[in-house]
């Protein structure tokens, strides 16, 4: 699971990294000139990268547990009881807690955060121009984009835990 979440959330990385190792065998099997100065260029790029992967930042993972308790707080919502303000409040906080995340999230904590992303859209446009008129209409499709938002959280719960010791 982990090398398909680093796929995922580390693409342009990822394939900056092979771009490069493509074009260094394609030095070493061309000309030895291009070999050298492309085994320059590249060796830097390739150490940085698990560097910058290997450790969340301090403020990623401030970042991403708050994150965390603004999705917990909105999957204890229920419209129902709460009202339809409860649910829009909830859903603004998510939403600028998932702003900061997405930023500052290292690449370890970046594949939970996008499938976050992702299912938090998808409850955004279930309530999208929810009332307390059409409420009942919308209750089913944001009924069911609320369990995906809780099974995104619980993953992204998980990935905190194990990278941000004390999350």
């Known amino acids: 699971m982990r090398l398909h979440c680093v796929r995922r959330s ?3 990385p990822v394939a900056a990294l092979v771009l490069l190792c493509v074009l260094g065998s394609c030095g070493t099997s061309s000309t030895p000139s291009q070999t050298s100065s492309t085994a320059t260029t590249a060796a830097p790029a390739t150490t940085a990268a698990p560097t910058t992967t290997a450790t969340p930042t301090t403020a990623g993972c401030e970042d991403v547990a708050a994150l965390k308790s603004s999705l917990e707080a909105l999957t204890n919502v ?4 709460d ?3 409860a649910l829009k409040t909830a859903i603004a906080d998510v939403k600028t807690n998932l702003d900061k995340a997405e930023a500052s999230a290292s690449p370890v904590l ?5 499938q976050v992303k992702t299912a938090f859209a998808a409850l955004q446009t279930a309530a999208s121009g929810l009332t307390a008129d059409n409420f009942k209409q919308k209750a089913p499709s944001i009924a069911s984009a609320m369990k995906e ?6 993953a992204l719960s998980s990935t905190l835990t194990q990278s941000c010791p004390g999350s």
């Open 110 to 114: 970046q594949p939970d955060v996008e």
């Open 83 to 85: 009202g339809v303000t």
């Open 149 to 154: 938002v809780a099974t995104t959280t619980k």
């Open 10 to 12: 580390a693409s342009a």
């Open 78 to 81: 229920r419209p129902a009881q």
